[in-house]
């Protein structure tokens, strides 16, 4: 059988119908700018900055604003 027709047979069975490719994984330049956002996020919900001595999430907010402004990617 040729090898090309097979595929196509394969591919077209009623089975795969719904079937997606995988999401591709974001680029680092893709989580960069979702972390910007979710810092900015939470400056607007809380009024301010965070701070390191805050809960869990304040924390984890604080480092991710630390390491931008260390790279210079907040402005």
Do not use: C, H
């Amino acid at each position: 059988m040729d090898v090309k027709k097979e595929l196509l047979e394969l591919l077209n069975d009623p089975l795969l119908e719904g079937a997606r490719p995988f999401a591709k994984a974001p680029t680092a330049d893709d989580r960069i700018s979702q972390k910007i956002a979710e810092v900015k996020e939470w400056i607007v919900r809380n009024g301010r900055e965070p701070q390191k001595d805050g809960n869990l999430k304040e924390k984890l907010m604080y480092a991710s604003l630390t390491t931008l402004k260390e790279k210079g990617l907040w402005t």
